[in-house]
Every structure is written in C-alpha cells, then in structure tokens.
C-alpha cells in the first residue's frame, strides 16, 4: 500500500485533508484479483433460481498516515481470469470527494425522475426466465430505453418502451429520464475512459473509445435522434429499482457493458468464480456481461436491516453486438434513404468535379506542349 504522510492533529482542516485523500487512495492503491473458474453455471441452476452463498471482495483497506488516526477506505478493484490473464470486471469509486456529492446530487433529482416514469410509463412484460424474479417484477418495472433490434433483425428503431406510443406523459417522462442519465454518464462515466490514470484497462478503454467513434456514429445513421436519447457510450440502458437476482449472460451486447449502482448497497454475484463484488452507492462497474454469468443481490447488512430492495436504483449500460457489427436491418425508415440517397449523390458529383479537374489539367498540359513546339527558333 502506498504510504503517504498526513499532518498530525483533529483540526476540521485535516478532517477534509484526510476525506480527500481517501478518495485519492482508492486509485492509487487499487487491487487486481486473479481468480480461477471454479463452478459452471448449469441451465438447471437458472430454472431453479437458485442462489449463492459467496465470499465477498469488499477492496476495503486501512490507511497508513503518520501522526493521524488511521481510518477505512475503500479502493478499486479489477478481476482477472487466472487462464487468460484477461480482465473481465472493474469496479471504481469516485475519484474525488467533489465528484460524490455531486453524483449524490445528481441521483436525487434521477430517482425522482424515474419515479415519474413508473407512474406514467408502460413498461413491456418480460417472460418468466427475466432476469429478474417474479417478486421483482411485480413490484420494480424493469424498462429498456434506446435502440433494439427486433427479434429477426428486420428492423431497428427506438424500442417501444423509449417512444412510449399513445403515452404522452410517459413519452416526456421517458425523454426527461434519458437525457438526465445522458449527462450523468457525461460527468460521471466518461471520465473514466479519458483519464489515462484511472486505472480502466487498455483493452476495456480500446472498446469504449472504438464505440464511441466508430459504432455509435454508424448506429446513428440508422435510427433517427439516438443521440437525443443516448451517450455514445451505451445504445440502450435499463434502469429499475431492486435487483435482478437470477443468474444470466448477457449474450448478445458487446464488451464492455457499465453498472451503476445507487441508493444502497448491492453484490454483484459471479458463481463461476466463486466470489461475490461489495457495490457501494456511486460504484460504477465495467465488465464483460456477455461472458461472465452474474446476478445482483440484496447485501447481507440491508437484508438483516430490512431495508426496502426498492432503495436501490441500477442503471445498466450496454451496446448490442448487432450494432458494433454494423448488421443493418433488412427495413429502414424514409430518413435513412433520405440520408443514403444525399451521400450517394453528394460523392457523385465530388468524382464527376475530381474528374472534370483532371481533364482541364490534361487539356491544359497538351496546349501548353504544343505552344512550345511551335515557338519559333
């Protein structure tokens, strides 16, 4: 653990210096874990809804100060497979004490949104294998707003539950839910990929920063005002209350998908592994959904508590393979043939001018050879 000298003493002054540096030490003394795959999650595992009994990785740490009372911190974590040496899960805090209560401040007025979608919005009945348990879908309405492909990959739209369609109060709750999380993702997500010392792996930085340049602004081309909805960092995100609780994958989103956890505490099961991942309030997450099974569960603290699963608010972020592969649909709607059409015609005439301007040049190069031909001796 990196040692670092803090002055003596219990003044207010060195109270905020030592809050401060706590943050600061949860990325400077984040901890990698190698793990083994110790269990394979079995179809029979996922029908019976069963659930796991794991040790939990907390990354909770003492700090080492000099003259000053010592005090719990919690640092980053990541996970790697013990195999491939690839990592498939990070979990960060916030980086500074600022970004916290901003995050605080900024989740008050999010829940508060969301709220206002579940009173006024439909959300579309899941089957009985949902990821979330039937207890939980009677109470906590698990939304998916963005872009989704339907079943055939015949078509590709803002999903039914985005454009919430004879709905106008859900539409505009909708709408006001999206573009809050959009700028919460600005402030919050983004800046984890940008700051190189964040501690984000190169390879889930790769991912992201190739989504953001390359993916999203194709996908953008296919469906009408996704930016409006969406970060360019995620296609779709399901917010709901509670947790999901059944163990799954989620097979067909690309690497990497983000978890923000809020309002309570949560773990982040992984049976393969045999480990559980504490989640505080404001953890945000990045890790491979698509191949590593996992649920969320109530913490042991808040069920011994009884406290209200409902405190809990999730956002999941993620990017559907179909779209990082540029599978277009096989129906369009009329402003992408719009758009199509003005691309096509617009590099028309730039190759019919590159072709113009070549022969000018031609012709002028075989007047300016015949004029030195005939100049006189």
């Not at 003493?9 to 210096?17: C, E, F, I, L, P």
Request: glycine share 6%; proline share 4%.
């Amino acid at each position: 653990m990196t040692y670092i000298p803090v002055p003596g003493g219990t003044s207010q002054a060195d109270q905020k210096r030592i809050k401060r540096l706590q943050y600061s030490l949860a990325s400077i003394n984040a901890k990698t874990y190698t793990l083994d795959k110790q269990y394979k999650v079995m179809e029979k595992d996922r029908q019976a809804k069963c659930s796991w009994t794991l040790p939990i990785i907390t990354g909770q740490a003492i700090t080492s100060f000099d003259d000053c009372k010592n005090t719990v911190y919690t640092h980053n974590i990541s996970l790697q497979d013990s195999k491939t040496g690839n990592v498939f899960l990070q979990r960060f805090c916030p980086a500074t004490e600022s970004a916290a209560s901003s995050m605080t401040k900024s989740y008050s007025k999010g829940a508060t949104l969301f709220r206002k979608v579940m009173e006024t919005a439909k959300c579309k009945k899941h089957k009985a294998d949902t990821r979330q348990t039937v207890d939980q879908q009677q109470h906590f309405p698990h939304y998916h707003f963005g872009i989704w492909y339907d079943k055939m990959m015949v078509s590709l739209t803002l999903s039914e539950e985005t454009q919430q369609p004879g709905r106008e109060e859900g539409r505009q709750a909708v709408a006001e839910f999206c573009i809050w999380f959009k700028e919460f993702t600005r402030k919050f997500v983004l800046p984890i990929i940008k700051n190189g010392h964040s501690g984000l792996c190169d390879t889930f930085r790769s991912e992201l920063q190739e989504r953001m340049d390359v993916h999203f602004p194709w996908a953008e081309k296919q469906v009408d005002d996704l930016d409006r909805y969406c970060h360019p960092l995620y296609s779709t995100i399901s917010p709901f209350l509670g947790f999901s609780s059944n163990v799954h994958k989620d097979v067909k989103d690309a690497d990497v998908s983000i978890l923000v956890n809020l309002g309570q505490h949560a773990l982040l099961q992984l049976p393969e592994y045999g480990i559980a991942v504490e989640l505080q309030p404001q953890d945000i997450v990045m890790f491979l959904s698509n191949s590593v099974e996992h649920l969320t569960v109530q913490h042991p603290a808040h069920v011994k508590a009884r406290s209200d699963p409902g405190e809990r608010m999730a956002i999941s972020c993620f990017f559907r393979k179909g779209l990082q592969q540029q599978r277009e649909p096989k129906k369009h709607n009329h402003t992408y043939y719009a758009r199509k059409a003005e691309e096509e015609q617009e590099a028309e005439r730039q190759a019919a001018s590159k072709k113009r301007r070549v022969e000018q040049c031609g012709e002028a190069g075989g007047l300016a050879s015949g004029a030195v031909k005939k100049s006189p001796e």
